[in-house]
């Protein structure tokens, strides 16, 4: 297993790519970072074939949501045509809460199994891996209280963009990897499985309920 300079350049251009045109409404260009056929998206509130995920993201975007995404390092693993990148990430998301104007930041990774397709490298599935998030009120002056049963629903990774995005009327899946436990151990299995030549990109229906 190892990653040539040219795939490695590749591989951090789509990751790059895939965050400037969707944070930019980019969507033509941003359908490109797919596998046109395979592409599957899991995220806090959405998991299904990229095209249903370019789809939500585009009519949230025209109607005022705004999910900001902020890179950070890169690491990828190659083996002939398939690669499993993954990128330290910020997901910023300002909205209301109960009244008052709020910003989450929630840190963490992008894990991407990756194809080489038509000599061109796309995302067959993008997992996020959730680490750590906080919540911070706009306004320094505003006061706002949290109910501590709908925070606890979530994990530790992500309890503040899950309680932010459930007030906002998305449907957030619990259970999604964090930085350690079981899903994520499962994940990094997938993920070897599928530098080994597996059939699918792991299975992105297992772990975690909606």
Known sequence: MSTSREDGLALRELVDNWV?????GDWERFA??????DGWMTATWFQGPATEFIAASRSGFESGVRILH???GHTS???DDRAIAQTKMTIDQRAEVDGVEVDVVCAGRFYDFCARVDNEWKIVR???IYEKDRLDVVDPAAR???DPELLGRFPAGYRHLGYLQTKAGFTVRTGLPGL?????ERLYEEGEKWLAGSATAGDPHAGGAS
């Open 77 to 79: 693993d190659v083996v």
């Open 20 to 24: 400037l045109w969707r944070d930019a």
């Open 180 to 184: 350690t436990g079981y899903v994520v």
């Open 32 to 37: 490109t970072a797919w596998d046109p056929i």
């Open 126 to 128: 993008r997992q996020p």
């Open 70 to 72: 902020f890179l950070g």
């Open 144 to 146: 706002l209280e949290l």
